[in-house]
């Protein structure tokens, strides 16, 4: 398997073995172009269940039986094509990065869509040296970036994100996402890293603000920060951020954070992790997706308008040859914002108090067949639950989903 030197896929990859790229050009300048990526294809099968009639905001597994279907997708990880030129000036290291990720499929039942979607997701420039490196442009955020690098189903499919309606999931599988993290986007950003190549590393830097419900004004980027420890057999991480958006209309301000972190022990043969994060106002499933509420006094209140969110994941894996074995089990929670605990349900999910969790289990085989090859199998069972939902709506909305397929790596 190849090592990408950057992250890519839906949330970046980084493959395990020694980075090879199958295309290398030498420039006369003294500048190197290389090309490589991957492509992956998985056949699967999901049924929801018939009996879940949960109503929740922002909950992932649809209720009754929407789901019953067979697709041939995209995992997690889209297709990629990468391609980079790299150089020397005097004492700076430079580099441009461009990172395409189509998908081969389309919306469900969608025949002549006329082409699957490219992304392009990564369009960047580095310069760097014995001081550090900074990167300006697009690439995955720092906050929950190693949640998900760190994630078995990015090799696979996880959840996926279906809703069972025509149309729908012409992207990616979510994988985990929205099930123990929340996606760090493809963002534009200025980040500033310590030099690599050592056992710890630390990253910092400025991003493109998101809006967060009624506060929708960006006065100021958001910051985020990583710490990385790798060495030997053990890594860990903790990552933050900060943003403060305004209501343009009542000039309300209201600041979200987040912590993220995660601890991993493994070897050739076995390893085991655990990771997780907190956040106030930063949603659930996609960074900032009903990170605030919207209905009524909302934009009006400041921090007591930000819903809390927190995830987590438990993850194993055993090697035996070319064969690793992983099981793992996740969710995300969102909570209501305190301005919306003192309202009153009156029958739409968006107002009054409530819990919602995503969960999953998932268990996969995944066998190199050859230094690029690899062929997966998986098995994931999701649920959505409203913790506060009132009498007499069943505790949670499921599905399950069988998966199998290629990725190929050069």
């Not at 500048?31 to 999901?46: I, K, M, R």
């Not at 720092?142 to 069972?164: E, M, P, W, Y």
């Not at 929340?182 to 963002?187: K, L």
């Not at 403060?244 to 050739?268: F, I, Q």
Request: hydrophobic share 35%.
């Amino acid at each position: 398997m190849k090592r990408f030197a950057y992250v890519l896929g839906a949330l970046g990859l980084v493959a395990t073995s020694p980075a090879h790229a199958q295309l290398t050009m030498q420039m006369s300048n003294g500048w190197a172009f290389t090309f490589s990526g991957n492509v992956n294809a998985f056949l699967t099968y999901e049924k929801s269940s018939s009996s879940g009639d949960t109503a929740t905001p922002f909950g992932v597994v649809p209720a009754g039986d929407a789901i019953d279907q067979t697709r041939i997708q995209t995992g997690l990880l889209p297709a990629f094509a990468v391609f980079d030129a790299k150089g020397k000036e005097g004492d700076t290291d430079l580099s441009v990065h461009f990172g395409f990720a189509p998908q081969i499929n389309c919306g469900r039942g969608i025949h002549d869509c006329f082409g699957a979607q490219i992304d392009m997701r990564q369009v960047f420039l580095t310069a760097g040296g014995s001081w550090g490196q900074v990167l300006a442009g697009r690439e995955l955020a720092l906050f929950g970036r190693q949640n998900i690098l760190t994630d078995q189903t990015l090799f696979g499919v996880g959840a996926t994100g279906a809703s069972g309606a025509p149309g729908s999931g012409g992207g990616t599988t979510l994988g985990r996402t929205g099930f123990g993290y929340d996606y760090p986007q493809f963002v534009a950003q200025m980040t500033y890293s310590t030099p690599g190549g050592k056992a710890s590393q630390f990253s910092i830097g400025v991003f493109e603000a998101a809006i967060n419900g009624p506060y929708t004004k960006t006065n100021v980027p958001r910051f985020e920060a990583e710490y990385v420890y790798n060495k030997d057999n053990f890594k860990g991480w903790i990552d933050g951020l900060f943003q403060t958006n305004k209501d343009p209309d009542t000039g309300t301000s209201a600041s979200s954070s987040g912590l993220a972190g995660g601890l991993r022990y493994g070897n050739k043969q076995f390893s085991i992790l655990g990771s997780g994060f907190w956040g106030k106002g930063i949603g659930t499933t996609l960074l900032y997706l009903g990170g605030a509420c919207t209905d009524g006094t909302c934009g009006n209140n400041g921090s007591t308008d930000l819903r809390d969110s927190f995830g987590y994941i438990i993850q194993a894996t055993f090697t035996s040859g070319k064969t690793t074995f992983a099981g793992s089990y996740g969710a995300n929670i969102l909570k209501s914002s305190d301005t919306e605990n003192n309202a009153i349900r009156i029958g739409t999910p968006l107002q009054g108090k409530f819990e919602t969790e995503n969960a999953l289990i998932s268990a996969g085989v995944y066998h190199q067949a050859t230094k690029s090859l690899k062929v997966v199998f998986e098995f994931d069972y999701a649920t959505t639950k409203d913790k506060d939902a009132p009498a007499p709506q069943p505790d949670k909305n499921s599905s399950w989903a069988i998966a199998g397929g290629l990725m190929l790596f050069f």
